[in-house]
């Protein structure tokens, strides 16, 4: 269920001025070209950073932190250490305050979090927690799903999507949502949408409606080369309505070798095959 914005969601908690007066007082209207909406409630705030925990001794990883909503709530929460990844100069200030207040626990990194090795700036026991900026969150989270060695850097994933991302990331066989992100996901981790957020939550208010998604690495995967298993998902899915005798065919091999050796009838659609199909095929094709 969504949960609703208290009259009170505003008031700060931590001895720091509430969100609306720092954003006031540093400009820092919301862009739309950053894919920024910024998540004013402090109360929910507080809901995600604690569906990361229990947090202590841990390092957290936020990508597009903004005027520090969340990243308040991580540090007030117990983190070691908070690494935000900010590409928004305008936010830079307010960040610094925070960091002042919690001397040695937040590091500031100003970059693109697409061009950042997140995985060199881990510190032992390491999360990723963030209100991704909606215009990158699809390619950051199939980085992440990618990462070698697997098991990965990170322990765990807490972070929010537009609920139809969401659903497509949760989705198995079948789930009209159901396509190549909820393969990958489902492959590599344990997804779950935890909880949904209203657009009123956020300023601007965005269109749709937010979830908060947890992912969870698997230890041991299904055997399967990455690459090999995106070739077949983009194939299959790239003709979705097609049964994969005809659409595997883009991948340049006779889809029957891919689909004999798999175990699947060539008029099956891709919609059908479970996250095991797809890398019994991938398995079988040719590099």
């Known amino acids: 269920m969504s949960e609703p914005s208290p009259p009170g969601g505003l008031v700060a908690f931590d001895g720091l001025p509430p969100l609306r007066d720092v954003i006031a007082r540093h400009g820092l209207q919301a862009l739309k070209a950053l894919g920024q909406n910024f998540l004013l409630d402090l109360n929910l705030t507080g809901r995600i950073a604690r569906a990361a925990g229990p947090l202590a001794g841990v390092t957290v990883i936020e990508v597009g932190p903004g005027p520090g909503g969340l990243t ?5 929460e117990g983190a070691k250490t908070v690494i935000a990844i900010e590409r928004d100069r305008r936010c830079l200030d307010a960040l610094a305050e925070i960091a002042a207040h919690y001397p040695g626990r937040l590091e500031i990194v100003e970059g693109d979090a697409l061009e950042t090795d997140m995985a060199a700036l881990a510190d032992g026991p390491t999360r990723i927690v963030a209100n991704l900026p909606y215009n990158i969150a699809t390619p950051l989270l199939i980085g992440w799903l990618k990462a070698e060695p697997w098991p990965p850097w990170y322990e765990k994933m807490v972070l929010m999507f ?3 991302v969401a659903e497509r990331i949760v989705a198995s066989p079948a789930d009209g949502a159901y396509g190549r992100l909820g393969v990958i996901a489902g492959w590599r981790t344990e997804a779950r949408i935890l909880f949904d957020i209203a657009p009123r939550a956020f300023t601007p208010p ?17 055997a399967c080369d990455v690459a090999q298993l995106e070739r077949v998902t983009t194939a299959a899915f790239g003709q979705r309505r097609k049964m994969l005798r005809q659409s595997l065919r883009s991948l340049g091999v006779e889809p029957a070798l891919l689909l004999d050796a798999a175990g699947i009838e060539g008029t ?3 919609e059908e095959i479970d996250v095991a199909g797809f890398v019994r095929m991938a398995g079988a094709l040719p590099r």
């Open 72 to 76: 308040r709530a991580l540090l007030s």
């Open 162 to 164: 537009q609920r139809e």
């Open 206 to 222: 965005p269109k749709v409606v937010s979830s908060v998604v947890e992912l969870v690495p698997r230890a041991v995967p299904l």
């Open 268 to 270: 099956r659609r891709a």
